[in-house]
């Protein structure tokens, strides 16, 4: 059902950069700015990047995001154990005339 | 504090109702885009409806003409209003904030969350 496709997993150990891809398509990261959401286990998904590469207030700058063509990433730098969670990419589709989001990774702390 | 706090979910026999709530503080539900999103037990995401701030919706294909979404700028509060459910309504159900100001579509502020399970 999600229109956005993400890895299933990423792993990494502490001090280490992971990258999470997003692959969409003309109608939504093609032409439309991406998100990405961290939800932790149990709790509500929260902003970590908006505008492709914009942090939040807040936000370590351990997490990057940028965007070409119709694909997005998500890199975490200095990786920490409590980076481990589910990373979501969303954006605006213009076809579907809504949000969609990522299939969504699991990052894993070795 | 800027927050948002869901109520009203349950369960519900298949072909039920239930209507949910948000209510919004420190921010005005009627000045912003409202967003629901859900998420089944196990899975991603899934965006279900908009409420803009002129008035006009959208929603998901998977709940167009059973779901509806308001709200009421008295009580600072969003709706969804779910009918004719099915088993794979079953999800918590988050309502959350678009990003004020900008074109971006993220969602800035999310409420804790409301399980709903459609089961008999």
């Known amino acids: 059902q999600s229109v956005l496709t993400q890895p299933p997993s990423a792993s990494g150990t502490p001090g280490q950069r992971v990258t999470i891809s997003c692959s969409g398509s003309?109608?939504?990261?093609?032409?439309?700015?991406v998100n990405w959401y961290q939800q932790v286990s149990g709790t509500a998904p929260k902003l970590l990047i908006y505008?492709?590469?914009q942090r939040p207030s807040g936000v370590p700058d351990r997490f990057s995001g940028a965007k070409s063509g119709t694909s997005a990433s998500l890199a975490i730098s200095g990786l920490q154990s409590e980076d481990e969670a589910d990373y979501y990419c969303a954006a605006w589709d213009d076809s579907l005339k809504g949000s969609v989001f990522g299939t969504g990774t699991k990052v894993t702390v070795l | 504090e800027v927050q948002l706090v869901e109520s009203g979910g349950g369960l519900v026999q298949p072909g039920g109702s239930l209507r949910l709530s948000c209510a919004a503080s420190?921010?005005?539900?009627?000045?912003?885009?409202m967003n629901w999103v859900r998420q089944a037990p196990g899975k991603g995401l899934e965006w279900v409806s908009v409420l803009y701030s002129g008035g006009s919706t959208s929603y998901a294909d998977s709940v167009k003409g059973r779901f509806t979404i308001s709200r009421d700028n008295s009580k600072n509060t969003l709706y969804l209003q779910m009918n004719s459910l099915r088993a794979e309504d079953t999800a918590v159900y988050y309502c959350?904030?678009?990003?004020?100001?900008?074109?971006?579509?993220?969602?800035?502020?999310w409420g804790q969350g409301t399980m709903v399970t459609v089961s008999s």
């Open positions: 003309s109608s939504n990261i093609g032409r439309k700015t």
């Open positions: 505008s492709n590469n």
């Open positions: 420190g921010f005005t539900v009627s000045s912003n885009y």
């Open positions: 959350a904030r678009d990003e004020p100001g900008g074109n971006s579509d993220a969602f800035d502020i």
